[in-house]
């Protein structure tokens, strides 16, 4: 089934995108143009004009977006290995030859644009986690299974955290968490991975954490502990975001967010800016196309054709679940500042790219649930 | 692959709880965005509205800078600076008018200010004027309602107890520059946090440039919650700032003060040293400047009046000015005729008040002759004819090596930057600096101090306390704490060669001397030896009746007692006439200083 990426070869119905979930597809399409609109407000006052690099951003997403879609899935987990060990290949190269951005060795030099390899690798080994995942065909997962699946997932992860990147690394989890409960998982490997995660948390809290990630989580549990830190940052964006009451400031009207109160607001704290301009009803909307995003997604698992197609669906969607609800959740107050950025809203970098891809293979996996392929 | 072989159901219900929990979760959040929009927006819209959580900068006071005998010379007093809130102006231009109208300062000066902070976002106050008194404070207290943009901020001011006095000692603070600035970043340390942030004040010039690091400390930061007219009302955390290290000098206050005294209205460097370790205990360049003016913020116009003040009050005398060094050079060539063994202490030398060299006419400062002359007596009294022949005898390749093996021509290494080197001249550097060959009559006039051979005064300081202390070169220093024997290099001369150095030396401060008349003080055992540079040839340049610039410049160098002395004097005065009367005297005063004799006015110094 190599010859896949010629479209001629699938059935009518797939190329007349007969089956396709245009809620799905809408609603990141809304979100994405919500998100270059806020961006274009929070950016307003910087030197640089990051419209147009935004539009090359969802531009190289749209794009990326078909291509992943019009691939069939199913050689995509065909080539699953080759492809995780490219991933691990630019992982490695990143670590030798990366430019520092941000204090990690995360940037390879993609022209003006850069690209984070780590997001490449989140990709690939979510189609090697599918692809093993849905080989063992068995009503509960047992523990070499687990340990496998999890041994796929640790080595990108430590190459991650070695550049060190501890927030990408992190990002492996709940897709790792998303596919094992769905392949399986029995409640009392449920209990000890809690155990687990728990003691790999206080090992990496002890051996693994720098000083500057330590200070987070306390101040997370106590914010008045840092006021000039990271707590201040929670302050400001919890300013920004009550200050928007229920119908907001208007747009390019959010004083907090234009004042530059607010640390990268068009990154990682877009949705505050996005709470302040429009309020508690522009938080809803964009909530619920979310939902709408999220729910339909893991629908499409729900109707997929075979295994395979359901555990990477629900890993990579996972993924992006986990990035709505973790920034929603710092910007609201609720969860310690780290640098996850919102899928669709966020500005660019390959993050964005990500999310187009992981929406192109959900359409295409979707599109192809009838094929006798 | 079949699906019932795949468990399906229980896969699908698995994918249905992952949907629930993704929903319940989107609840929670979306009743989060509910509970800080709705129920307590109202509270954050007011603090949105009010801007009012602020992060402030603690300054760190700046290390305090004593003497020796820990009397204070440089401490901090409290200042008003002016802060102006952009975001509560409707016309900022307006206000910055009010502002410079009350307070009688240029408008320029606050826009220029307000411009350096053009990076900072609008509701962060920024310093606009500096230094208000306290009836400028009360009057923008008192239109505090009208102009709510308006903010008084208490800041540190340096002051410089003793105004002028030590200026170029202590030098002077400025705000960081775009070149320091990116010079720290290039520095910054691995936790990337850079020294300075624009806005700061750092040493610029002296001590205070130095010893910045130390001095410095290291600013802390509030978040403070603040009223709509800018006052505190709570404190949400504070970072305490590290206050800088106090520094004391070698300086010693009443040496200082005393030479400051007598170089009152003279142009020149007085500078004194204890010999044994280098440690400075009293450094004078006049004409000065009072480095309050920079604390305050230096006026344009002042500045303007320090740059083009013909004698450069900004330059410190005492080492960035050289010039030639007179018969002072006599201490060295003696030390070098010895050890070389081209004179003895005993050996003669006939002087008829001239010699014919290299058929050249060299005269001697006494037209009628010194008659013949030893060692002793040709330092005491000076005589040339004894120095043209020796110089003569040695060749300039041996006056170059002792001159250097001295310290002259390169700087001593004292912690004060700008220092320069003056000039040990000779054949290659003939070559090399002027293009062609050394003329043999240069050695004769060198031979003498005069010629191309120039010194700072705080090298021949050093070069004295060298035949002082036996024949090690110290390093001087201004900080207490700073000395390290082991950088002192020794010279390759006899101490028995310095001994009847000294000798000579204390012979001109005895009757028959060329300074006893002008420095000798009853009961101090001293040595020293004067020095004149001619200033304009064919001129009478000790005479009253010549221009000022024409005159002669005065040259003193001295140490006390002259067996294991304790400090070396050197005084610099610019067309001050000879050395015994226009630089020895400013001598005397010192030592009466480090000797608490009474001045002949009847106080003490």
Known sequence: MATALSLTDEPQAIRNFSGLDW???????????????????????????????????????????????????????????????????????????????GGARSWIGVGSLGGQPGEVAKLTTALLLARYLSSVNKRHLEIKHIAIAVGIVLVPMVLLALQPDLGSAAMFVPMLAGMLLVAGLRLRFLVI????????????????????????????????????????????????????????????????????FLPARHTDFIFAVLAEEWGFLGVMLVLGLYAVFLINALRVALRARERAAVLLVVGTVSLVAFHVLYNTGMVVGFLPITGIPIPFLSYGGSFMLLNFMITGLVLGIDVRRYANA | MEVQREFREDLNGRVRLITVLVAVALVVIGSGFWFVQMVQGAH?????????????????????????????????????????????????????????????????????????????????????????????????????LEHPEFEIDVGHLRLYRHG????HVLGYLGEVSESDMERARAEAGEDGKVRYQLGDLIGKKGIEETYDERLRGVNGARAVVVDSRGHLIQEYGRQEADPGEPLRLTLDLR??????????????????????????????????????????????????????DDNDPLQNRALQNAFSPGSTF??????????????????????????????????????????????????????????????????????????????????????????????????????????????????????????????????????????????????????EGQE??????????????????????????????????????????????????????????NEASTPWKLRNHAWFTSFSPVENARLVVVVFNEHGGSGSGGAAPIAKEVYKAFYGVESEDGNRP
């Not at chain 1, 078909?66 to 987990?77: D, F, G």
């Not at chain 2, 002028?164 to 200026?167: L, S, T």
């Open chain 1, 23 to 101: 809620a799905l597809l809408l609603s990141a399409l809304l979100l994405t143009g919500i998100g270059v609109v806020t961006v274009a407000s929070a950016t307003a006052e910087m030197p640089i004009n990051f419209l147009p690099r935004q539009a090359l951003w969802v531009g190289i997403g749209l794009v990326l977006m078909v291509v992943i879609a019009a691939v069939n899935y199913r050689t995509l987990v065909d080539l699953a290995l080759p492809a995780y060990l490219g991933g691990l290949g630019l992982l490695v190269f990143v670590l030798i030859a990366g430019q520092v951005g």
């Open chain 2, 330 to 479: 006599k201490m060295i060539m003696a030390a070098a005729g010895l050890e070389e063994g081209v004179i003895t202490p005993s050996s003669t030398v006939s002087c008829g008040g001239a010699t014919v060299i290299y058929g050249n006419v060299f005269r001697c400062w006494r037209a009628g002759g010194h008659g013949a002359v030893s060692l002793e007596r040709a330092i005491a009294q000076s005589c040339n004819v004894y120095f043209y022949h020796l110089g003569k005898a040695l060749g300039i390749e041996r006056i170059e090596k002792y001159s250097k093996a001295f310290g002259l021509g390169s700087p001593t290494g004292i912690e004060l930057s700008n220092e320069i080197g003056g000039i040990v001249p000779g054949p290659e550097w003939s070559q090399r600096v002027r293009g062609h060959e050394w003329f043999p009559g240069e050695t004769i006039s060198v031979s003498i101090g005069q010629g191309a051979l120039t010194v700072t005064p705080i090298q021949l300081a050093r070069a004295t306390a060298a035949v002082a202390n036996g024949g090690r070169l110290v390093v001087p220093h201004l900080v």
């Open chain 2, 44 to 144: 954050y819209r007011e603090l949105a509205e009010n801007n009012r959580l602020r992060r402030m900068t603690v300054r760190a006071p700046r290390g305090l800078i004593l003497d020796h005998e820990g009397r204070l010379l440089v401490e901090n007093t409290p200042s008003y600076n002016l802060l102006v809130d952009r975001s509560r102006t409707a016309d900022l231009d307006d206000s910055l008018r009010f502002a410079a109208d009350l307070l009688n300062r240029p408008l320029e000066e606050l826009h220029a200010n307000l411009a350096k902070a053009t990076e900072q976002p609008d509701y962060q106050p920024i310093p606009v004027a500096k230094a208000l008194n306290l009836a400028e404070v009360a009057r923008f207290s008192a239109v505090a």
């Open chain 1, 193 to 260: 991975a809690t155990l687990v995660v728990a003691a790999a948390g206080a090992g990496l809290w002890t051996f693994g954490m720098q000083d500057y990630q330590r200070e987070r989580v306390y101040t997370f549990i106590n914010p008045a502990a840092d006021p000039l830190g990271a707590g201040y940052q929670v302050q400001q964006s919890k300013i920004a975001v009550g200050s928007g009451q229920l119908t907001g400031k208007g747009y390019r009207q959010g004083t907090q967010s234009q004042l530059r």
């Open chain 2, 255 to 308: 040496l200082q003060q005393a030479a400051e005294r007598a170089m009152r209205d003279k142009v020149g460097a007085v500078i004194a040293i204890d010999p044994r370790n280098g440690a400075v205990r009293a450094m004078v360049s006049s004409p000065s400047y009072d480095p309050n003016m920079f604390a305050r913020g230096i006026q344009s116009d002042q500045w303007r009046a320090l740059l083009e």
């Open chain 2, 164 to 167: 002028p006095q030590m200026a």
């Open chain 2, 484 to 541: 390290d024997p082991s950088e002192a290099q020794v010279l390759p001369v006899d101490d028995r060669v310095l001994a009847a150095v000294r000798e000579g030396m204390a012979a001109v401060m005895q009757p028959g001397g060329t300074a006893y008349w002008s420095a000798h003080i009853e009961g101090v055992e001293m040595a020293g030896k004067t020095g004149t540079t001619q200033v304009a040839s064919g001129v009478a340049g």
